[in-house]
């Protein structure tokens, strides 16, 4: 065996190591903080899934992405005079699926995340369903709304918004097509109030 095919083979070992402590990890997690869910394997495994993407998963070039003028991967933020702006993110050919994280602070924000999904497997998402808000539901009057759009992207039955933890960074994950990150700040209508974002 050549020393090539030994580094090779030593990369793919240690990689499935990887990604069975991040599953081992969120799995002991989960099953502490949820015992009693009859959904709580498909949480464990949701989040085991999704860590190893994020860890795995080749980073979004953010290079080049603006906020209308102004840089993501440093800080910018929406305000009175400008409450909302949409990234585009382009296409990248031969790389399936490329991530970031977006962070957001603000006293008193709540930032709440678009969710899209197909008729027939809504219902069977209980952890999901329990925590989407439909339009008009009770939302933080001061709040940030994240909506990501996969270009050529299938119409879903169902939509809603789903709030995320304070102080948390939010996944994005990009397809090889690359799609659209829209930001939109409720409550930016005076001067005492702005979100200072930043994407990584």
Known sequence: MSSRTKLILLLVIITLLFIAVLF???????????????????????????????????????????CEQQRVDRVFTLNASRREC????????????????????????????FAEFDE???????????KCILDGGP?????????????????SSWHCWLKQERGGAIAIVVLEKGGRLDLTCVGCDSSSRSVGMQMR
């Open 24 to 66: 081992a990890d969120v799995l002991v997690k989960q099953s502490q903080k949820d015992p009693g869910d009859p959904d709580s394997l498909t949480a464990m495994f949701d989040g085991a899934f999704s860590q190893a993407v994020q860890a795995l998963a080749p980073k979004l070039k953010l290079t080049g992405l603006r």
């Open 86 to 113: 949409a990234i585009d993110i382009p296409r990248k050919k031969d790389t399936d699926v490329r991530t970031a994280e977006l962070s957001a602070k603000a006293s008193g924000l709540d930032v709440y995340v």
């Open 120 to 130: 027939m497997d809504f219902p069977e998402r209980k952890r999901d369903r329990e």
């Open 139 to 155: 939302l933080n009057p001061f709040r940030l709304e994240v909506k990501y759009t996969p270009k050529k992207a299938p119409k």
